[in-house]
């Protein structure tokens, strides 16, 4: 099955700066790869996903990268600001239904 | 719309008994899922159903038990419970599956088992 790792598990940014979250997935027939938020005792978000046809998708201050042949893709979140504090999690679904997840990044943004 | 609810939201067992945690969507899905996030540690898929009458096993199967009871609901079963199974239990739901479209998930039930 699918495994997935995900780096750094914490991280600690001034507000303004960017932050660059990096995974890893190993099985080549996944195709989409979905990024969540979650706050603390709350339900996991969506905040963006690409496709396996895709390089690289924008929205406004986020960002996501997929290298397909290294089977790596990143989360980008730019200007970030003290409500962008959260775990994120990154995801990789294969077969149409199986979804792996990352263990998690705590991203801690200071004031 | 509700979206996905879940019920209960908390639930303290004993080790041996056993529950039954209820999910409903109103949105019409037909994919739904089960996952549990241990402290610390991403989701892990459970059971999950692509379509109304289907179920198909997860990453962490063992221990549980699914039933599609229609299009709406999907509930979880735990036979004899274990204190390993000590967790926060999402729902979800798909329109068509979770690589296809957005997975809606529900708020959670926190279960202890001591």
């Known amino acids: 099955g699918e495994n997935v790792e995900q780096h750094p598990s914490t991280l600690s940014v001034q507000e303004g700066d960017s932050a660059v979250i990096k995974c890893t997935y190993s099985?080549?027939?996944?195709?989409?790869f979905p990024w969540y938020k979650q706050e603390l005792g709350k339900r996991p978000q969506l905040i963006i996903d690409i496709r396996s046809n895709v390089g690289e998708k924008k929205d406004q201050r986020i960002a996501v990268t997929l290298n397909k042949t290294a089977k790596h893709f990143s989360l980008h979140i730019t200007e970030t600001q003290p409500e962008d504090s959260a775990v994120y999690f990154c995801a990789a679904v294969y077969n149409n239904n199986d979804m792996r997840f990352g263990a998690g990044t705590r991203l801690t943004v200071k004031p | 719309n509700a979206g996905v609810t879940q019920t209960p939201k908390f639930q303290v067992l004993k080790t041996g008994q056993s529950m039954t945690l209820q999910c409903a969507q109103d949105m019409n899905h037909n994919s739904m899922y089960w996952y549990r996030q241990d402290p610390g540690m991403g989701l892990r898929l459970i059971y999950y159903s692509a379509s109304e009458g289907t179920t198909d096993k997860g990453e962490v199967p063992n221990g549980y038990n699914v039933s599609r009871l229609n299009k709406r609901e999907f509930s979880l079963r735990l036979e004899s419970a274990a204190p390993s199974q000590t967790s926060v239990y999402f729902c979800?739901?798909?329109?068509?599956?979770?690589?296809?479209?957005?997975?809606?998930f529900g708020p959670g039930t926190r279960l202890t088992v001591l």
């Open positions: 979800a739901s798909s329109p068509s599956g979770a690589g296809t479209d957005t997975q809606y």
């Open positions: 099985d080549s027939a996944s195709n989409y």
